[in-house]
């Protein structure tokens, strides 16, 4: 079975730090990846996304992660939080499917406070 | 940006009644979901929909609900018999199809049964 962990629930830093947040994963099979955000009263939005390709991601607004498979993580990080990115972070993994559909397992999710 | 959007945002029910979750789904996609989320928990999968019928459902998804694609737009989501259980925040969510592609998700609909 499929699972995943997000270290931290919440996440507090200073405008213009480095953002991190932790994701470690567990799948029997070579994982897809996936961060989620989701701002207040919206849905998820797609930042990220690994498909066994290059394992290094960038997505958008300036985050990005990397595929560390022998430490079974998928961590999120950005330079310089920016005031904007206060928001719920979501890791999720899925597994490929021959029927074309990815169903999601999601992480319980990261609060992201970003402070003048 | 084509985007999914579902209605209505906020759906206040009584402990058994039916309700009906509506989703309009990106046009082009052939890949329709269902999530929910209790308040204070993890977003957890319901179920997965393809050409017009069901390709996985979770151990939440029990007879009590139901997915129905009734025209070539809308996708919902009915519970038969809410319990107060059921009061949570219900995503949909639309793909192109194949592993690669991402899902898209509405905005949601807060679900409260009193």
């Known amino acids: 079975a499929q699972s995943v962990t997000q270290l931290g629930s919440h996440v507090s830093v200073s405008e213009g730090a480095l953002v991190l947040l932790r994701c470690n994963y567990s799948?029997?099979?070579?994982?897809?990846l996936f961060w989620y955000v989701q701002y207040p009263n919206q849905g998820l939005q797609l930042l990220l996304k690994?498909?066994?390709?290059?394992?290094l991601v960038k997505g958008i607004n300036g985050f990005e992660a990397e595929f560390k498979k022998s430490e079974t993580s998928f961590h999120l990080t950005k330079p310089s939080a920016h005031m904007s990115d206060a928001a719920e972070y979501f890791c999720?993994?899925?597994?490929?499917?021959?029927?074309?559909?990815?169903?999601?397992?999601f992480g319980a999710g990261t609060r992201l406070a970003v402070h003048p | 940006e084509p985007e999914v959007t579902q209605t209505p945002s906020h759906q206040v029910t009584q402990m058994g009644q039916e309700v009906i979750l509506r989703c309009v789904p990106i046009s082009n996609h052939l890949y329709f979901y269902w999530y929910r989320q209790i308040l204070g928990q993890k977003v957890e999968f319901l179920v997965s929909?393809?050409?017009?019928?069901?390709?996985?459902k979770s151990e939440i998804f029990d007879d009590q609900f139901s997915v129905e694609r009734p025209d070539g737009s809308n996708f919902t989501l009915k519970i038969r018999s809410t319990k107060l259980e059921d009061s949570a925040m219900y995503f949909c969510?639309?793909?192109?199809?194949?592993?690669?592609?991402?899902?898209?998700f509405g905005d949601g609909t807060r679900l409260s049964i009193l």
């Open positions: 690994y498909t066994s390709a290059a394992t």
């Open positions: 799948s029997s099979v070579p994982p897809y």
């Open positions: 929909f393809y050409n017009n019928e069901i390709s996985e």
């Open positions: 969510a639309s793909s192109e199809g194949g592993d690669l592609q991402p899902q898209h």
């Open positions: 999720a993994v899925s597994r490929p499917s021959s029927g074309g559909y990815n169903k999601l397992i």
